[in-house]
């Protein structure tokens, strides 16, 4: 399959730079195609502003996801975004490797959902979730932290990983735009000791071998909503 890896850390030697090097090397010799974007080294920018268009409907007033609505019909984003764009639509597969920071991406990541997950190419208000541009793809969050596992269990200090931290990417993000998230892969604290890293990077590889095996994460379809997005009665737990 056509594997695209997001990758976001400023570091080439990082724990995070490794684990995408074994995504590259491990992916290809299973006789997967891939592609990396290496947002640091790109030099990707982050902030979603008027240069990401190369024509404006609007100059007096200035709205993000209209001109991304526009700029998807009359294809005239900047070239960074389109580049990023036809990747998505070449791969089969996206691995988001990044660190956790401050429970979230880290804001050159952040800045590449806000430019290329645009209005009109990754979702529209009829178009989301299942229905999402990017439907038909799966997708998997590849993250390490500074906190260790017992501080992301649902009573933790820093709540819980799946439905407090990441549930905003893999929901807000991947989801809505239409991926189909699988389990996330999560190396807790590898700055703290050298074995623990090692079995860090046995796991994912055996996890890159068995990628069709990784359960997705479950979530509801739109039609299991309301026409006021509650979810109806018969499809809730309590
Ligand atoms: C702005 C910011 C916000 C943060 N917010 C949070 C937060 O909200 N929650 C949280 O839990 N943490 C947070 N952190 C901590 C952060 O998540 C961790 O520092 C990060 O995940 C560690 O991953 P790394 O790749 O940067 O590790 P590194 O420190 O780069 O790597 C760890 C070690 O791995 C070694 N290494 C590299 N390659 C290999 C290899 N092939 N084999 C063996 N060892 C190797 C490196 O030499 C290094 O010693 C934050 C950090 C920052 C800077």
Redesign the pocket.
Known sequence: MNVLIIYA?P?P???????K??DVSELTSLGHQVKVSDLYAMNFKAVADRDDFQMLENEDFFKYAKEQKRATKTNSFSKDIQREQEKLLWADFVIFQ???????V?AILKGWFDRVFASGFAYSSENRYDSGGLKGRKAMLS?????PKQ??TPYGI?GDIHER?LYHINHGMLYFAGLEPIEPFI??????N?ED??RY?EEYKRRLNNLSEIPAISYHPTSHYDEHHQLKKEYRAF
């Open positions: 850390h570091e030697k990082s724990f995070n730079g490794a684990l090097d074994l990044f660190p956790l920071w401050w429970f979230s880290p993250t390490t932290t500074g906190s501080a992301y820093d931290i190396a807790w604290t590898p700055s703290h050298d890293r090692k990077l």
